[in-house]
């Protein structure tokens, strides 16, 4: 069974910068591409950023792109997701999700 636990979430002001980390469990890590969703109040969960298997692949959502830049290291088994330049439509649920695992979610606010 796999477990992905997301961290480095918050409340930051506008034009502020935030990490997420996924730590992911078991010995499949490096098997899989994986990417990041966000979700925010009342809206549908959305694809933020994807990263291939050994990290030379990546794709982003028109909306992050030159903001965020997603990346992993299959040594750590860890998944991140660097954000700068946040602005207050960022502010979201954002999930780590590989093959059929996800996260729990972390909470990201952008606010002044």
């Known amino acids: 069974q796999v477990q992905l636990v997301e961290s480095g979430g918050g409340l930051v002001q506008p034009g502020g910068s935030l990490r997420l980390s996924c730590a992911a469990s078991?010995?499949?890590?490096?098997?899989?591409?994986m990417s990041w969703y966000r979700q925010a109040p009342g809206k549908e969960r959305e694809l933020v950023a994807s990263?291939?298997?050994?990290?030379?692949?990546?794709n982003y959502a028109d909306s992050v792109k030159g903001r965020f830049t997603i990346s992993r290291d299959n040594a750590k088994n860890t998944l991140y997701l660097q954000m700068n330049s946040l602005k207050p439509e960022d502010t979201a649920v954002y999930y780590c999700?590989?093959?059929?695992?996800w996260g729990q979610g972390i909470q990201v606010t952008v606010s002044s």
């Open positions: 990263i291939s298997t050994f990290g030379g692949n990546t």
């Open positions: 999700q590989m093959y059929v695992y």
């Open positions: 078991g010995s499949t890590f490096s098997t899989y591409g």
